[in-house]
């Protein structure tokens, strides 16, 4: 229950502040703020402590969080946003919250999410030359979720919804072996 509790409970804070941002016109500036308040979020375990810390005072996460918005020069929607979230008791999922959010506003530009994953590192130039292939090839714009995996030994694979692409020497070499052992 909890999790579907917590799930819905970001979305719909996500979708809020979608609006919020949209109807004020600074969603490119509140995705930003997003995108930045994330990895500050996701490398800085004091961060993550703090705000989980269920003894913290409101008025004391929010003159923390206020200096922090104050520091990296937050958009007004984002320092209010974050107030409601420690006054309503919902900061506990600001990186839901947070992911969802992203998540929309890809959604609402087109954007199609795929995770590639590559045997060893790409240049900026091949990423850029790949998206833009495979944006041609669905006809629609591509957001990468990009990792590297040495056990694939070569080639790479993409899976943009329920279309997986494997050109792997790692699958390859396991295809062959499932034909071996049939003969």
Do not use: H
Request: aromatic residues 8%.
């Amino acid at each position: 229950m909890n999790k579907s509790f917590s799930s819905e409970t970001a979305n719909r804070y996500a979708i809020a502040l979608y609006e919020l941002a949209s109807e004020n016109s600074e969603l490119e500036v509140v995705e930003k703020n997003v995108i930045e308040l994330l990895g500050i979020y996701s490398s800085s375990e004091d961060l993550k402590n703090f705000i989980k810390n269920p003894t913290q005072t409101q008025s004391n996460q929010i003159e923390i969080l206020s200096k922090i918005s104050t520091q990296m020069n937050l958009s007004k929607i984002i320092r209010n946003f974050l107030s409601v979230l420690i006054i309503k008791r919902r900061i506990f999922f600001i990186k839901k919250i947070f992911l969802n959010f992203l998540s929309l506003t890809s959604k609402k530009r087109g954007e199609l999410k795929a995770f590639l994953t590559s045997s060893r590192k790409l240049t900026n130039e091949e990423l850029e030359s790949l998206n833009k292939d495979l944006s041609q090839t669905v006809g629609a714009s591509i957001k990468f979720d990009y990792k590297v995996d040495e056990d694939l030994i070569g080639g790479l694979k993409v899976q943009i919804g329920s279309l997986m692409i494997d050109t792997s020497i790692k699958n390859k070499l396991k295809k062959y072996e499932q034909t071996m052992l049939e003969a």
